[in-house]
């Protein structure tokens, strides 16, 4: 959050001040409509927004004020873990690094494989016929925000895929007894 809009509407008076609990700040203070900057304690625990306004010359001398609660919801994080090795014969990986904070739900994407639970932060995936010819796969991690926030965060890692090794024999050998001899190896 960089900053949050207020607006105040008035009529009959002579000025305007904007003040906080919070430790932000605003664009201008002294404007019905201004920009607040929230302080690091706001983005936590929230600041409440005051406007007062002072009346137009006698014979009025009470004034008006108004004060609004303001909530900042933290966006989403998302971390896919590092970019990881695995040899094909292993079959699977776990996902055990991956961290999402600040979300309502997580899903898992990429390759043609299959994770045991795509909605799970720590899944386990099996690389497909496409990833293992492929050599690697991109696996993203989505955290969707919490109510109040539009958008999700992402983040990918790459699961490098070694082939097992392979011995194609060369020719074939026929022992027989005649030309063995069994005492001299």
């Known amino acids: 959050v960089q900053s949050v809009a207020v607006c105040g509407t008035a009529t009959n008076y002579a000025s305007a001040t904007w003040s906080t609990n919070g ?3 605003f664009a201008d203070e002294n404007a019905l409509c201004t920009d607040y900057f929230p302080g690091a304690n706001d983005l936590l625990i929230g600041a409440e927004l005051c406007l007062a306004v002072t009346p137009l010359d006698p014979p009025c001398t009470v004034g008006a004020n108004d004060c609004l609660a303001v909530t900042f919801i933290p966006s989403p994080e998302a971390y896919a873990g590092v970019d990881a090795t695995i040899c ?5 990986y776990e996902l055990a690094d991956a961290f999402a904070g600040d979300y309502v739900s997580v899903m898992w994407s990429g390759g043609d494989g299959t994770f045991d639970d795509a909605t799970a932060l720590n899944p ?11 050599g ?3 696996l993203c991690l989505t955290a969707e925000p919490n109510t109040g926030c539009n958008t999700a965060a992402v ?3 790459i699961l490098t895929i070694i ?3 392979f011995i194609e024999p060369y020719g074939d050998v026929n022992l027989t007894c005649d030309n ?3 005492a001299n190896g």
């Open 124 to 134: 386990i995936y099996t690389p497909g016929l496409g990833d293992i010819a492929a």
């Open 23 to 25: 430790d932000g700040f």
């Open 180 to 182: 063995y001899d069994f």
């Open 88 to 92: 094909e014969g292993v079959g699977s």
């Open 163 to 165: 082939p097992d090794p």
């Open 136 to 138: 690697s796969v991109e």
């Open 155 to 157: 983040d990918c890692m």
